[in-house]
């Protein structure tokens, strides 16, 4: 596996890990030490997910379109919500935002060019 698609579909898991833990912990209405249980899994996951993470948007970007696919359907599977209509709204405004910061990160990279130099 490309070592990009594999730490940004490791930093995705580690993202939606964060709140079924925090669902978790709550669930009885406190948090104590009998939640560590929940916690430690999320923590020890967390160096999976982290360490490599690097510029999730540089490695967005060196993603060929298929394995692009892969992420993007990696995540809608992960969400879900019992809306079906609010789950597909939230799935648009996720692939526009996708959309939104390759379009910031290359215009970003086209007013870092000098002058002279063709676009």
């Known amino acids: 596996m490309n070592e990009n698609l594999k730490e940004l579909q490791e930093l995705i898991n580690f993202l939606f890990e964060l709140p079924a833990t925090y669902d978790k912990v ?9 939640d ?3 916690a430690l899994p999320l923590f020890l996951s967390a160096k999976t997910g982290i ?3 690097g510029n999730p948007l540089a ?12 992420v993007i359907d990696n995540v ?16 648009r405004w ?10 910031v990160a290359d215009t970003v990279s086209y007013t870092k060019k000098p002058a002279d130099t063709p676009a």
């Open 26 to 34: 709550k669930a009885d209405g406190k948090i104590d030490f009998a």
């Open 36 to 38: 560590l249980q929940y």
């Open 51 to 53: 360490e490599g993470a």
């Open 59 to 70: 490695r967005w970007r060196s993603l060929t379109p298929s394995e692009k696919a892969l």
């Open 76 to 91: 809608k599977a992960k969400f879900y919500l019992s809306d079906n209509a609010l789950e597909g709204l939230i799935e």
């Open 94 to 103: 996720f692939e526009a935002g996708i959309v939104l910061a390759e379009l």
